[in-house]
């Protein structure tokens, strides 16, 4: 389209059901066609059924028809007989099998080694984050351990508080119950005491009655003895009296008879009867006296017995009145020490029945009532000893348990993750191994099918070879080699170095065409594959190449050369350009008919 603005190439593809979809299942035409567009100024789009799309998205489309423009099997470009000739075996591994619909095959095993390294990249991860987590686990083992001790310390030490607190409960129990004993006993004592010093001070108010009584008796009795001491000495006087006026008497008469006086007989007589009478009654009043003495000795003398049993009656009730009287003072002294007694012991009460009204609170938080025969000094001494010991871990953090609990979920985790991926490892490299085993049964198979005809079109030019795959430590490492022999040499690698180009082109000639009942794409292209060739070579290779298009009408086949066609096939459609006086003629060969 010389001269014109804008030119268009164009695909059409069948795109009829077959096996119940379509080549191209978003389009509902049973032919596709597919266009790029080029413009004079060298800009170019292109269009899928008149829609414009991307260089991807034609790409894609291709591919989904086995095309690949830059597979060399399949599209062989200008010049590029001689870059096929110079590949890797790898490389060339690699366009056949695209070329034949294998790639699925190494995209399979590639993907299943790719998740294998994968797994491998993180199974060494996890290992690493096992043997850190293990060592990590390991110091907060020792902490949870550590821990643990400290927890069973609180729980312990809560314990020991709530024993302390009803160990203390108890002993004031027990100090109450016995201050309320001693209370009622000392009570009951100072009832008795009361009752005692009652008894004692009425035997002293009745003991001092009696000794009051005494005591008048007593000086009743004094006073009688008195009197007849008295009366006594008033008889001794009168005796005595008597007893000298007797005696004055008798002197008086002896002097009158010594004297003679002349007195009448009759004053004499008188005088005598006078004298006599006197006389007789002093001699009475004496003897009178003599008897009342004896009376009143009598008398005196049982006074006297009576005095020492009343002073003897009032000494001893004197002394049952002190007895009873210091009784009633060391009874008063009991009563008031008793009474203080009491007092401190209902102030002991008190305090006690505080210090358990203050415990109450605690007690109830402590929970049930705990027993417990040691005394408080005793759990405090072992609570402080606990104590002690709880001190050490202070810098145990409360949250060990759960970052231990939390690093022992996660290695467990870490376990469970590892093992998953051991075993999805042993079952990606079985399928690995199930996948390579495929991919190497299906290239062998290939280069078992294509050997043959290699070897065919290779003896019709009077060469040999064989195709032979290089396994290599990988798949990646994989790669075809194509060995050759001309003119009855020993077969060979085919490389840059050891062939001439045109044994070179028609070695790969013809493993290009051995491959053609295998390759998927639709349409197949070669351009200038024969510039390295001797005629005869080149007329062989054409004709195994009319041969192919003929036994493969389904496919279609653009084959471009500079040379002259010795061999023509009336199914082929020729085209020629030339260039005649620097212009381009474009022609087509028109088949006579027979």
Wanted: avoid cysteine; charge should be negative.
């Amino acid at each position: 389209r010389r001269g014109k603005d804008i030119a268009r190439v164009s695909l059409i593809f069948d795109n009829r059901t077959k096996d119940g979809r379509r080549p191209i299942p978003y389009s509902k035409s049973d032919t596709f066609m597919l266009s790029r567009y080029l413009r004079k100024d060298g800009s170019y789009w292109y269009e899928a059924d008149y829609k414009e799309i991307d260089k991807t998205e034609v790409v894609r489309l291709l591919r989904d028809f086995g095309i690949n423009p830059d597979n060399l099997l399949i599209i062989m470009h200008q010049g590029m007989i001689e870059e096929f000739g110079a590949i890797s075996p790898q490389q060339r591994l690699l366009m056949v099998e695209e070329a034949v619909g294998f790639r699925d095959y190494r995209e399979k095993i590639l993907s299943s080694e790719s998740d294998l390294k994968g797994l491998v990249s993180e199974e060494g991860s996890l290992g690493q984050l096992m043997e850190n987590a293990n060592q990590t686990i390991e110091y907060w083992k020792q902490i949870y351990d550590r821990y643990l001790e400290k927890k069973n310390l609180v729980d312990h030490r809560r314990l020991l508080e709530s024993e302390l607190l009803w160990s203390q409960e108890a002993k004031l129990t027990k100090s109450l119950q016995s201050i309320q004993d001693k209370l009622s006993g000392k009570r009951r004592n100072l009832e008795d005491l009361k009752g005692q010093q009652q008894k004692a001070g009425d035997e002293s108010s009745a003991l001092h009655q009696k000794l009051q009584d005494k005591q008048v008796e007593l000086r009743k009795l004094y006073g009688a003895l008195v009197r007849a001491e008295r009366e006594r000495a008033k008889d001794e006087g009168a005796k005595a009296a008597m007893e000298a006026i007797r005696g004055d008497i008798e002197d008086l008469l002896k002097s009158v008879d010594d004297s003679q006086l002349s007195l009448d007989q009759k004053k004499m007589a008188h005088l005598r009867e006078l004298t006599g009478f006197s006389a007789g009654k002093v001699k009475r009043e004496a003897e009178e006296a003599e008897r009342r003495k004896g009376e009143l000795d009598r008398e005196i003398s049982s006074l006297q017995s009576e005095l020492g049993g009343v002073e003897d009656s009032i000494k001893k009730v004197m002394d049952d009145y002190i007895s009873q009287k210091v009784r009633f003072e060391v009874l008063a002294y009991r009563i008031k020490v008793t009474e203080s007694e009491i007092r401190e012991l209902e102030r002991s009460e008190r305090e006690v029945n505080e210090e358990l009204a203050q415990l109450k609170p605690q007690l109830e938080k402590a929970g049930e009532r705990m027993v417990t025969e040691r005394q408080p000094y005793e759990v405090s001494e072992e609570l402080k000893l606990v104590s002690a010991q709880l001190q050490k871990l202070q810098d145990v953090p409360e949250e060990a348990e759960r970052i231990y609990k939390d690093y022992t979920g996660n290695i467990e985790g870490l376990r469970t993750k590892l093992k998953e991926l051991q075993e999805n490892k042993k079952s990606i490299l079985k399928e690995l191994e199930e996948r390579k085993r495929v991919w190497k049964e299906a290239i062998q198979k290939l280069i078992d099918e294509t050997t043959p005809v290699y070897q065919r079109i290779l003896a019709s030019v009077g060469a040999t070879g064989m195709v032979r795959l290089d396994e290599g430590d990988s798949i990646e490492d994989a790669g075809l080699l194509l060995l050759v022999g001309f003119k009855g040499s020993d077969v060979s690698v085919l490389d840059p170095y050891t062939q001439s180009g045109g044994e070179r082109s028609v070695a790969l000639m013809a493993f290009i065409l051995s491959l053609q009942s295998r390759i998927i794409s639709p349409i197949r292209a070669l351009d200038e594959f024969d510039i390295h060739m001797d005629p005869k070579n080149r007329e062989a290779i054409f004709q195994m190449i009319l041969s192919q298009a003929r036994a493969r009408a389904q496919s279609q086949h653009l084959v471009i050369t500079p040379s002259i066609l010795t061999v023509i096939d009336r199914a082929a459609n020729v085209i020629t350009v030339q260039s005649n006086h620097g212009a381009t003629e474009v022609s087509q060969l028109v088949r006579k008919s027979r």
